[in-house]
C-alpha cells in the first residue's frame, strides 16, 4: 500500500504542478492519453469490468481514508491483497481482456500495416461470381425458410474453427450451398466457413454472444453469427428457419431482414481487401 500511495506522489500529483513550457510533444501526449481512457471507459461500460471499476473506485476510496484515520491493520491487510487481487481480476475478466487486444489487432490502422505485402497480389478477396451466389442462395433459401449460417473470412483465420467442422473444399455455388443447409442432410447443422472462392468447412461450430442487448427473440443462429462477428473481423449471413429473413452480423452489430441490394452492397464492401475510407469509418451503415 505503500507503494501504491508513493506512485500517486510521483505520477500524479506531481502532473498537478504547472510545467515550466508547453511543447507540442506535451499536447500530443495529451490527446493520446484523452484517447486511450476514452477508450477504456467505453469498453468498461459496455462490458463487465464496469462493475470492476465501481468497485476499483470503492476500495481507492477506502485506502485513502484508512490512510487519513491511520487504521494499520486495515493498510496492512490491504497491502497483502493487492497482489492477489490484481491476479484474480486479471484471471476472471480474461475473456474481456483478449477481446480488447483482438479488436485493437482488428483495427484498419494493424490491418493495413500488415497488408503491405500484398501490394503485387489482387484488390479482391473473392471474385464478383462469388458474391452472387452468396446472394442467390441466402434468398433462395429464405423463401423456403431454410436456416443457414454463412461465415466469410477475411483477415482473421478462421482455422479453430474450421477444426470444429468437416473439410469441404469446393467452389462456392449457389446450388451447392442450398443442398448443404437442406434438412436432414449430413451438413445442414452448424455453419459454413468460405475463404477466397472456396467453401472450406462445414457443420463447424461457433462461439455464442454473450451480448445482453441482443433481441431475446433471436435464437441461436442468431446468436451464433454475432459472436463469431465478436472474435474475428469476418462477415456473417444468417438466414432464419422461423421467417426466411436474411441478415448478417459483422463487428459485432446484427443487421436484420436486408434487402439483396443491402446483402450484396456489404460483400461488395468486404471483398476489397484494401477497403476505402467509407468502410473504415462504418460506411454511415446502421445496424440493428
Not at 470503492?58 to 486495515?74: D, G, K, Q, T, Y
Not at 480488447?100 to 503485387?120: A, D, K, P
Not at 455453419?191 to 472462392?197: E, L, T
Amino acid at each position: 500500500m505503500d507503494a501504491i500511495l508513493s506512485w500517486l506522489q510521483i505520477y500524479v500529483f506531481s502532473w498537478l504542478k504547472p510545467p515550466k513550457t508547453i511543447e507540442v510533444i506535451d499536447i500530443v501526449q495529451i490527446f493520446l492519453l484523452t484517447y486511450l481512457i476514452y477508450k477504456l471507459i467505453v469498453w468498461m461500460r459496455n462490458s463487465r469490468a464496469y462493475s470492476l471499476l465501481k468497485g476499483i473506485l470503492f476500495i481507492v476510496a477506502f485506502v485513502l481514508v484508512a490512510n487519513f484515520l491511520h487504521m494499520e491493520v486495515m493498510v496492512w491487510l490491504l497491502n497483502n491483497l493487492s497482489v492477489v487481487a490484481f491476479t484474480a481480476v486479471v484471471i476472471i475478466f480474461q475473456p474481456e481482456l483478449r477481446k480488447v487486444l483482438e479488436q485493437v489487432g482488428h483495427s484498419n490502422v494493424f490491418r493495413n500495416l500488415l497488408s503491405i505485402n500484398r501490394t503485387g497480389q489482387t484488390n479482391k478477396r473473392f471474385s464478383d461470381a462469388t458474391i452472387n451466389e452468396l446472394v442467390r442462395a441466402s434468398f433462395e433459401m429464405g423463401e423456403v425458410k431454410t436456416g443457414a449460417l454463412i461465415v466469410i473470412q477475411r483477415e482473421t483465420s478462421l482455422t479453430e474453427f474450421e477444426k470444429t467442422g468437416i473439410p469441404v473444399d469446393a467452389v462456392i455455388s449457389s446450388q451447392l450451398l442450398v443442398n448443404i443447409f437442406e434438412h436432414n442432410t449430413p451438413l445442414h447443422d452448424g455453419a459454413v466457413i468460405i475463404r477466397d472462392d472456396r467453401i472450406s468447412a462445414a457443420t463447424c461450430y461457433l462461439p455464442l454472444s454473450d451480448n445482453m442487448e441482443l433481441s431475446k427473440r433471436l435464437g441461436t443462429r442468431h446468436r451464433a453469427g454475432v459472436g463469431i462477428s465478436e472474435v474475428s473481423d469476418s462477415l456473417t449471413i444468417i438466414v432464419s428457419e422461423e421467417t426466411g429473413a436474411v441478415s448478417y452480423a459483422m463487428s459485432g452489430k446484427l443487421r436484420s431482414a436486408v434487402s439483396p441490394s443491402q446483402l450484396r452492397e456489404v460483400l461488395q464492401d468486404v471483398q476489397a481487401i484494401f477497403p476505402d475510407k467509407k468502410l473504415a469509418a462504418g460506411g454511415g451503415r446502421r445496424y440493428a
